[in-house]
């Protein structure tokens, strides 16, 4: 399963934004890339170690609001077999 969070402030480095999602997820984080950030279409995927479809739409509910440098996330989980497509661009 992957996970994708969308609406990172443009003021969390790479290394913010990793560290907050390893920290909220704890061993459920196996991997978290980070793409556009400093930017205002930055996302992160994150790769799960999760196999069961619904333990990542549990996952994305609780990380879903969190904020991060006072701003709420929002997130979606993704199923292997399926390309994490990045969160639509902000006009």
Same mark, same amino acid.
């Given at each position: 399963?992957?996970?994708?969070?969308?609406?990172?402030?443009?003021?969390?480095?790479? *290394?913010?934004?990793? $560290?907050?999602?390893?920290?909220?997820?704890?061993?459920?984080?196996?991997?978290?890339?980070?793409?556009?950030?400093?930017?205002?279409?930055?996302?992160?995927?994150?790769?799960?170690? =999760?196999?069961?479809?619904?333990?990542?739409?549990?996952?994305?509910? *609780?990380?879903?609001?969190?904020?991060?440098?006072?701003?709420?996330? *929002? =997130?979606?989980?993704?199923?292997?077999? $399926?390309?994490?497509?990045?969160?639509?661009?902000?006009?």
């Amino acid at each position: 399963m992957n996970l994708i969070v969308w609406n990172i402030p443009e003021t969390c480095s790479e *290394q913010d934004v990793r $560290e907050f999602l390893e920290h909220e997820l704890g061993h459920y984080a196996k991997t978290v890339t980070v793409f556009e950030q400093g930017t205002s279409n930055a996302y992160a995927n994150v790769e799960l170690n =999760a196999e069961v479809p619904y333990v990542g739409d549990v996952i994305a509910q *609780q990380v879903h609001g969190k904020m991060l440098c006072g701003v709420a996330l *929002q =997130a979606s989980a993704t199923p292997f077999n $399926e390309n994490p497509a990045p969160p639509p661009k902000s006009v």
